[in-house]
Structures are given as C-alpha cells and as structure tokens.
C-alpha cells in the first residue's frame, strides 16, 4: 500500500471541508471551483492537482461522509434478542440507532441539503441498508426500513432538530423492535 503524503492528505481535507461548508450554506450546484479554493485558502491549480472537476470532489466528499457514516454505525454484535433484552432491562437504544443521530447530527445542514439533492440519498439509503439493516429477512422489508430511516432523519432534520439524538435513537429502537405499537 502506497504511503500518501501528509500535506496531500492535509490539502484534500482542506478542499473537501470547505465543499462540505459551502454546499450545507447554498448546496452542491450554486457552489464553484472558484469558491472552494477560496474558502480552503489554496490556489486553483492545486485543487486541480488533486480533484479533476466539482463533480470529482463532491465524489470523493460523499465518500468521506459515508464511510464515516459506515463506521459508525457498524455493530457486529448486534442481534435482535440482545437489543430487546437491552431494551427491555434498561430502556437502552440500539448502538447503531445513537451512532446514526449522533452522525446524522454532526453534519445536519449538509444533511438538510443533500439528503433532497442529487443522488446522495440513495447512497445513504444503501449504508443504512447494509450496515443498520444486516439482519433484515428480506429486500422488501431492508427497502422498507431503510427508506424509513431516511423519512425519519429528514422529519427530524426538517423540524428542527428538536428531539435529542437520545429521544430520536430511543424513538427508532422502540420503532425497530416493536412495529406499528403505541408506546407512552
């Protein structure tokens, strides 16, 4: 594996930061080449040495972002007999449900913006799908769940945020293991 060099790491961090800032104020299409270098602070010709195109880094950001997101959330030892005991004992939310808030949190106003735009919901859909959602029985019930997760990070996100990562990750574990049930 090819070591990268520590200034090329540091200026792509940089770059992407600064698209992430912009598209969360404005979103992906009102932003140009022109602003990022801006906002990074570095000259034109070295966001071309690392990115072909807006197009190539808002790539290579949506790939930062969900692996992250990936990472996160990722529970290797979940099992549904364990989240409901978890959930029965001590009123403990899912592992997964509190990394995916916490997450979704940190970066909320990019969230707010490309969860509606181009195709980044559909690739949020897809992690929530392999890595929230590994135990699912089947395709219908992981589209359905994951299309629900969206619709409810995208009420929480379009409210406001109200609800604490705790309430939104208790309120998703209780929704997880007992469908369609009224709780008080």
């Known amino acids: 594996m090819k070591k990268v060099d520590p200034r090329v790491k540091r200026t792509n961090r940089l770059l992407i930061d600064a698209l992430i800032e912009l598209v ?40 930062h ?20 005991r978890n959930y029965e004992a001590s009123k403990t939310p899912i592992y997964s449900t509190i990394a995916l808030f916490k997450h979704v949190e940190k970066y909320a106003t990019l969230y707010r913006k490309m969860l509606v735009e181009r195709d980044f919901r559909a690739r949020v859909t897809q992690v929530i799908r392999k890595e929230v959602l590994p135990l699912t029985p089947g395709d219908l019930e992981a ?3 994951s299309h629900g997760i969206i619709g409810v990070i995208l009420y929480w996100l379009e409210g406001g945020m109200k609800e604490s ?3 939104m990750s208790l309120w998703l574990t209780r929704f997880s293991l007992y469908p369609l049930r009224h709780f008080e």
């Open 24 to 63: 969360a104020e404005q979103g992906y299409d009102a932003v140009t080449v022109r602003e990022i270098v801006k906002r990074a602070e570095v000259n034109r010709s070295t966001f071309y040495l690392h990115f072909r195109d807006k197009q190539d880094i808002l790539n290579c950001m949506e790939d």
């Open 65 to 84: 972002i969900l692996n992250e997101l990936g990472e996160s959330v990722r529970n290797p030892t979940f099992t549904y007999e364990s989240a409901l």
């Open 143 to 145: 589209a359905f769940a």
């Open 165 to 167: 990562v705790q309430e």
